[in-house]
């Protein structure tokens, strides 16, 4: 019985192994393609901004062709988080545009109330409403948003509940489909307040990397906010008919495939709220790789049949915070049950060399590509970077092998309350692969296998760094109760 099971370990060692250096042959290629778009802009003088591609500067004029229904979809949301969303829309220098407010599922009416009462006062243009019993959680409310819009809507814009907008945000997406045949947009995320500087280049990594390499292939996939879409493209699909927990990236995929063509605008147009806890970035992180994964298998066969330029942006963008450690921890946690604490020989050796080679490259390779992403010029910034990107391996790589299991698609909303400290929970995960880590040192020292010493170390590094990002965190929140 032990042979098989050392078999059936060593045959997913390898073929982790495979997928792993898949994946990251995929960041390597995104890094590729944007060196390529650099040089490129660095002859033509073009640049990621609202005049390129249309050669017409960004317009700031009040009214325009186009006119928006911005939805605002929230649920149990802090009510001053969301009025001061509501407020920096309505200050927008644009005119043309009305303002949905979608409030599903709160059953306190703590929460919502001040909202409606806030939307009252503002006039025709924000209408409010109250929605229980409606389910897929955010792209049920905006399948409701998009079936009360005004008939006069020619695009969807898409805020989340704790974004605050520039007041020119409308102008440029206005210019911008004015001068070019764009069925959505797409602007990056960005994060507001002081403190938790890693995070906020962690977390805008994929766009200064994998956005960017998307963009130049033309499969730019949407990422949920700051999103801009023509109402005809959302119809053709029927509306928000989704059922992964990234409705955001299921929906792009769905207009990429439909022949819609879309472009991210690689301008700041508002800032959000950073998690206030580790506890609540991993929970959201874990969103992402389970809602990614589920978009990949939904349209796996669909995926592979398009052209190689579109699969690579594609497979990207949809893989990006996917990580591939759970494997290689198991199998060296699991090495002294097999052969005890004696040197392995033949395929166990090999597999164990593998697993152990499997950490080390990822602890580097994250560390090279933060570095030549470029979004992170100085070395203080890339390490902090990195101490962000690999205190949340472990709890990426777990969720990358379980997303999908029947509890991976109950959505799990991000705490945003300042006064709320239920979230503050320790990372069991983290804790456990730090002590798992312990283990391999240990072991790989009675084994006399350095590798093995190595990764171990390195997994045990993930606790202080989880630490160090919880502090960041804290002192974020701190700051921003403090205003």
């Known amino acids: 019985m032990m042979k098989w099971i050392l078999a059936i370990s060593i045959l997913a060692v390898y073929a982790n192994t495979v997928v792993f250096v898949v994946s990251w042959g995929l960041k390597w290629s995104v890094l590729l393609v944007n060196w390529k778009k650099n040089r490129r802009q660095a002859i033509t003088a073009v640049d990621d901004g609202a005049t390129a591609r249309s050669g017409h500067p960004a317009a700031l004029t009040s009214y325009g062709a ?5 939805h605002l979809p929230t649920h149990n949301e802090p009510p001053d988080i969301v009025i001061k969303t509501i407020d920096s829309i309505l200050a927008s220098h644009y005119d043309d545009f009305e303002l949905l407010v979608i409030d599903n599922n709160t059953s306190d009416p703590d929460l919502w109330t001040p909202v409606s009462e806030h939307c009252l006062q503002m006039g025709p243009r924000v209408r409010f409403y109250h929605c229980m019993n409606v389910a897929n959680a955010k792209a049920g409310a905006l399948d409701i948003a998009l079936g009360l819009r005004s008939c006069r809507s020619t695009h969807v814009v898409i805020v989340d509940a704790d974004y605050t907008v520039d007041r020119d945000f409308l102008n440029r997406a206005s210019d911008l489909l004015a001068h070019n045949e764009y069925d959505y947009i797409q602007f990056p995320q960005s994060y507001r307040g002081e403190g938790a500087a890693g995070l906020k280049y962690e977390l805008g990594l994929y766009f200064a990397t994998v956005s960017r390499a998307a963009d130049a292939a033309n499969t730019m996939l949407l990422t949920g906010t700051l999103s801009v879409i023509a109402v005809n493209a959302l119809n053709t699909l029927g509306g928000w008919k989704t059922s992964t927990l990234t409705e955001d990236a299921e929906i792009g995929l769905q207009l990429h495939m439909r022949g ?7 301008q700041s147009a508002g800032a959000g709220l950073l998690p206030f ?29 398009v052209k190689k330029t579109y699969l690579v942006a594609i497979l990207s963008q949809l893989s990006a915070w996917f990580a591939f450690l759970l494997i290689p921890m198991v199998f060296m946690l699991l090495i002294p049950l097999f052969a005890g604490y004696q040197p392995l020989s033949g395929q166990a050796a090999w597999a164990l060399a593998m697993a152990a080679a499997t950490i080390i490259l990822d602890f580097v390779s994250r560390f090279v590509f933060i570095r030549l992403s470029g979004s992170s010029t100085k070395l203080a910034q890339v390490l902090d970077t990195f101490v962000v990107s690999w205190a949340l391996a472990a709890r990426s790589s777990m969720a990358t092998f379980t997303g999908n299991l029947p509890a991976s698609r109950i959505f799990h909303r991000t705490n945003k309350s300042l006064c709320d400290d239920s979230g503050v929970v320790r990372s069991i995960s983290t804790t456990v692969v730090a002590i798992v880590g312990s283990l391999a040192v240990l072991q790989g ?22 630490w160090l990002t919880s502090r960041r965190l804290l002192r974020y929140r701190n700051h921003l109760r403090a205003r």
């Open 66 to 70: 186009a006119f928006f229904s911005v």
């Open 260 to 266: 819609f063509r879309g472009r991210y605008i690689g």
């Open 277 to 305: 806890t580790f506890f609540d970035l991993e929970k959201q992180r874990e969103r992402w790789i389970h809602g990614n994964f589920q978009v990949l298998a939904r349209y796996f066969t669909r995926i592979m049949t």
């Open 445 to 466: 020292l009675l084994m006399a296998q350095p590798s093995v010493v190595v990764a171990g170390i390195l997994l045990a590094l993930m606790l202080p760094f989880q």
